[in-house]
């Protein structure tokens, strides 16, 4: 298994334009999280997903939307890209079971810079 | 879902054992704690879960008074390769988990 990756590693992006930031997970993960880290700062949930087609908001969603069509897939999208959005995004699974309580596991992560 | 408190750093020297406490005064009942290690540039790594009392895996132990108001993730003989931020979740099952700023543990030869 590949685990949760990311694409692109890098990025850099001119104030108002737009992008995805793709996750794809091959566990068959019910839950997927999408995370912002400022530099020297912890993890800000920004949205998350309990299954295909289920999305709600976290701490920080705004600036962002997303969408979950199928399993495997979480994509973050960024319509108009401000220089306060410059951070790292992690994107994160997690196998959610009533009877247990299971790990998450992280992606590498994007690192995002808009100038 | 429970507010964590957690020192923002410590240090250690090689082969100590090191000791993180995190306070969580509001944990529901069925609320597990869950500690996370993140090395720089790179995404959080579970570390160890519990639900009461002590929890020990090949990486760590993790001490969980019976109040469950706080509990202390103890690292074994610490190595350089530890040095990382450690994070502390408290939390249901189906919560959307919200990590604290956690504890950057700088290890020193």
């Known amino acids: 298994n590949a685990g949760v990756t990311q694409t692109p590693k890098f990025r850099i992006l001119k104030i108002g334009q737009s992008m995805t930031l793709q996750c794809t997970q091959d566990?068959?993960?019910?839950?997927m999280y999408w995370y912002r880290q400022d530099p020297g700062m912890g993890l800000k949930l920004i949205y998350y997903s309990v299954g295909a087609g289920i999305t709600d908001k976290g701490e920080v969603p705004n600036g962002y939307n997303v969408s979950r069509s199928t399993t495997e897939d979480f994509p973050l999208r960024l319509e108009l890209a401000a220089p306060s959005q410059t951070s790292v995004y992690f994107c994160?699974?997690?196998?959610?079971?009533?009877?247990?309580?299971?790990?998450?596991?992280f992606g590498p992560g994007t690192r995002l810079t808009v100038l | 879902l429970a507010k964590t408190t957690q020192p923002i750093s410590m240090d250690s020297y090689e082969g100590q054992e090191v000791n993180i406490t995190c306070s969580h005064n509001?944990?529901?009942?069925?609320?597990?704690i869950t500690w996370y290690q993140q090395f720089p540039s790179q995404g959080p790594r579970f570390i160890i879960q519990?639900?009461?009392t002590k929890v020990t895996n090949e990486v760590a132990s993790l001490f969980i008074p019976a109040d469950r108001k706080s509990s202390t993730l103890s690292l074994p003989r610490v190595s350089l390769s530890d040095t990382a931020v450690y994070y502390c979740l408290v939390g249901y099952n189906t919560d959307k988990l919200i990590f604290g700023t956690g504890t950057r543990l700088q290890v020193f030869p």
């Open positions: 509001n944990i529901a009942t069925n609320d597990y």
């Open positions: 994160a699974s997690r196998h959610v079971q009533r009877s247990s309580y299971n790990e998450q596991f």
């Open positions: 519990g639900y009461k």
């Open positions: 566990m068959n993960h019910n839950y």
